[in-house]
Nanobody, 120 residues
Framework: QVQVVESGGGLVQAGGSLRLACAVS????????IGWFRQAPGKEREFVAA????????YSPGSVKGRFTISRDTAKNLVYLQLNSLNPEDTAVYYC?????????????WGQGTQVTVSS
């Protein structure tokens, strides 16, 4: 019933930007947290960013702070991930998830991912 669909991935040169979108249906993003994760080939899934239910708090690791920004459009029930200053190490499948809280173990619905490839 709850569906999560990512979009916006693609091929970009190092230093470029992309904006990913996460469309959530069957669940209001105003009532749940939304998170972005990524997984590169041969790597474990990595937390990228999250936003809480009211948009008042965002979370991201130091590796992406200053480059990646999570935001939302509640009217469209969309969450975005702005990727700036991309480098080849950012190449991964980026996944969106929704859950009760932006905490480990709380993400109950996931999208299929969108591929981001950064060339050097």
């Amino acid at each position: 019933q709850v569906q999560v669909v990512e979009s916006g991935g693609g091929l970009v040169q190092a230093g470029g930007s992309l904006r990913l979108a996460c469309a959530v249906s069957g669940r209001s993003i105003s009532n749940y947290a939304i998170g972005w994760f990524r997984q590169a080939p041969g790597k474990e899934r990595e937390f990228v960013a999250a936003i809480n239910w009211n948009g008042g708090s965002t979370y991201s690791p130091g590796s992406v702070k200053g480059r990646f920004t999570i935001s939302r459009d509640t009217a469209k029930n969309l969450v975005y991930l702005q990727l700036n200053s991309l480098n080849p190490e950012d190449t991964a499948v980026y996944y969106c998830a929704t859950g009760e809280n932006p905490l480990p173990g709380t993400w109950d619905y996931w999208g299929q991912g969108t591929q981001v490839t950064v060339s050097s």
